[in-house]
């Protein structure tokens, strides 16, 4: 049974924008010629690995997903021949990659690389590590967007209450998860569950690292959708416009994600009429 098209989730806000601070074409060229360096001089080395696996994100973040799966499949290997198969950053790698099929829509794939992520950071890691979490939730999410929602659930919780139960809490981290979590229960149309989940994510809103309000905006929108679901068109007219704003005053605007959050405004101001 498939969500709501307007519920939105949170997993691909889970990973940090690598180097936000330099201009892409400028990190990507460097990144190109540190991988030109490293290849004249006959070197497969951490260094070389490092720099292909940035310029994946690079390029997956950018939408060319053909180049970052045929980059990671590189880095893998390397990887597992400088640290040993069983090495968190390989696991990373394989979580990475996964993320790729993700978004693509192959869950077959993603559900085995990702499982492999796991098993090895279950074998290398404290069991409360933040890394095994982040496994739970990416497995919970695939899970979830196959229709397996019993089973998303179950990882969802178990990701939480490990993220709960580390020594440093990663606030990021459990936004991610809480939203998910109710998107995954407005799809059960369990509403009430939904709007809680969604409603201790926002409070966590200032201790994540979101520095695009993107996240913010996202579950805000969540909220309006709820609202408009359960037909109470004046709040839910509230929260897009607060979705709006904070979408609006990013630091980097994204048009398409504010041109969505305006189709659903006007859609529900549209329902409200007699």
């Not at 806000?13 to 690598?18: D, F, G, H, Q, Y």
């Not at 360096?37 to 997956?60: K, P, T």
């Amino acid at each position: 049974m498939p969500l709501p098209t307007l519920f939105v989730n949170l997993c691909v806000l889970a990973s940090l924008w690598v180097g936000a601070n330099t201009p892409l074409p400028a990190q990507e060229a460097e990144l190109r010629a540190q991988i030109k360096a490293a290849e004249e001089a006959g070197r497969q080395d951490l260094r070389l690995a490092q720099s292909l696996a940035q310029l994946a994100g690079l390029c997956q973040d950018n939408g060319r997903s053909s180049e970052a799966e045929a980059l990671y499949l590189r880095v893998i290997p390397l990887a597992e021949q400088q640290l040993g198969r069983d090495h968190p950053a390989v696991a990373r790698t394989l979580s990475d990659l996964a993320e790729v099929y993700y978004q693509r829509g192959e869950w077959g794939r993603a559900l085995t690389l990702e499982n492999r992520a796991l098993f090895i950071r279950r074998r290398a890691l404290p069991p409360n590590h933040p890394d095994i979490a982040r496994s739970l939730q990416n497995l919970g999410e695939i899970h979830r967007i196959m229709g397996e929602w019993s089973t998303a659930e179950w990882l969802y919780l178990r990701a939480i209450d490990i993220v709960e139960k580390y020594t440093v809490p990663d606030p990021t981290l459990l936004q991610v998860i809480l939203g998910n979590l109710g998107t995954l229960s407005a799809g059960q149309r369990k509403y009430d569950r939904a709007e809680s989940y969604y409603r201790r994510a926002l409070a966590l809103v200032g201790q994540a690292e979101d520095p695009q309000s993107i996240g913010q905006a996202t579950l805000l929108a969540n909220l309006a959708q709820l609202r408009a679901t359960v037909k109470k068109y004046s709040q839910a007219n509230q929260l897009w416009q607060r979705a709006l704003e904070t979408a609006r005053s990013a630091q980097h605007p994204d048009t398409a994600f504010i041109s969505g959050l305006l189709s659903s405004y006007e859609e529900t101001r549209r329902k409200r009429k007699p």
